[in-house]
Nanobody, 127 residues
Framework: QLQLVESGGGLVQPGGSLTLSCAAS????????LGWFRQAPGKEREGVSC????????IYTDSVKGRFTISKDTAKNMVYLQMNDLKPEDTADYYC????????????????????WGQGTQVTVSS
């Protein structure tokens, strides 16, 4: 399993932007699928985006398509989620997660495939 630590959350006005970062150690990110999940109070945890290990193919949940971008820097062992045009319904605790993979696709709906999790960072979108 990877050790994952998120940062970058905070309070932002609707329409604003935030970039979340996730530092991973100690293994090579080239062998892991990487994802961002979020959970609002009283709600189930949902997949936001993931990026595959083998090809860098990405998946986004419909509610964030065109607004959020997932990326990774394997040399720095970092994963990012750029969030633009934030909406109040984006308010949640955000988690990065990973599982070992050499496949060309990542899994977003099957949350139990992810066996490495960060502690989360809070994002609040409010005027």
């Amino acid at each position: 399993q990877l050790q994952l630590v998120e940062s970058g959350g905070g309070l932002v006005q609707p329409g604003g932007s935030l970039t979340l970062s996730c530092a991973a150690s100690p293994y090579d990110l080239n062998y892991y699928a990487l994802g961002w999940f979020r959970q609002a109070p009283g709600k189930e945890r949902e997949g936001v985006s993931c990026i595959s290990a083998a090809s860098g193919n990405t998946i986004y949940t419909d509610s964030v398509k065109g607004r959020f971008t997932i990326s990774k820097d394997t040399a720095k062992n970092m994963v990012y989620l750029q969030m633009n045009d934030l909406k109040p319904e984006d308010t949640a605790d955000y988690y990065c997660a990973a599982y070992w993979s050499i496949k060309s696709v990542c899994l977003l709906s099957k949350i139990n495939e992810y066996d490495s999790w960060g502690q989360g960072t809070q994002v609040t979108v409010s005027s």
